[in-house]
């Protein structure tokens, strides 16, 4: 296993050994010991998320502010622009987010600790993201940063993304509720 830090030292990309033959491949997607050893996290996934969408579907930047959630991240079919947005006030890189690929190709995976907005959007035809999460989903703390907000300007691939009434909704990053 592979670990490279982000331009936000705290979000790493994890490439995992891939053993592939003409059979097709093996690779070990998690295991805690060392996760730990090489992220330096010490806790525990309480529930695994699996999402399904299509090409040019936007979602996010979502985070939950009673209920912090860190999230482990990869694609298993497909590819998407995943992204996390530091929500920590106190960090030196509130504010600033980092963006990176995900694809079935790679089988890399992307860890956001708690105290970030996570995002993506669809790239292929469609995608399956599943993800790790730390904590259980709290839709009273959920909150959402505005995908288009001007101070992040992240560049999305596509135009035009397809979004929820909620994604819509989200709140620009001077007016969003952070953590300390």
């Known amino acids: 296993m592979n670990v490279t830090r982000t331009e936000i030292p705290d979000v790493l990309l994890i490439e ?9 491949f093996f690779l070990e997607s998690y295991n805690k010991r060392m996760f730990e050893k090489l992220t330096g996290w010490r806790g525990d996934f309480v529930q695994d998320n699996h999402s399904r969408s299509r090409r040019g579907v936007l979602r996010g930047l979502h985070y939950q502010v009673e209920q912090p959630q860190g999230k482990l991240v990869r694609v298993t079919r497909g590819s998407a622009f995943d992204v996390a947005v530091d929500m920590r006030r106190s ?23 708690p105290g970030f907005a996570h995002g993506f959007q669809v790239t292929s ?12 989903y709290a839709p009273a703390g959920e909150r959402c940063v505005a995908w288009d907000d001007p101070e992040l300007a992240i560049p999305w691939p596509l135009p035009q993304p397809l979004l929820s009434p909620k994604d819509r909704a989200g709140s620009r990053l001077q007016d969003a509720e952070a953590y300390p």
């Open 91 to 113: 960090s030196p890189t509130f504010g600033r987010w980092v963006g990176v690929l995900l694809s079935e190709d790679t089988c890399a995976q992307l860890w956001i600790p």
């Open 125 to 136: 035809e469609s995608a399956d993201l599943m993800y790790k999460a730390t904590d259980y």
């Open 16 to 24: 995992p050994k891939i053993f592939g033959d003409e059979r097709g």
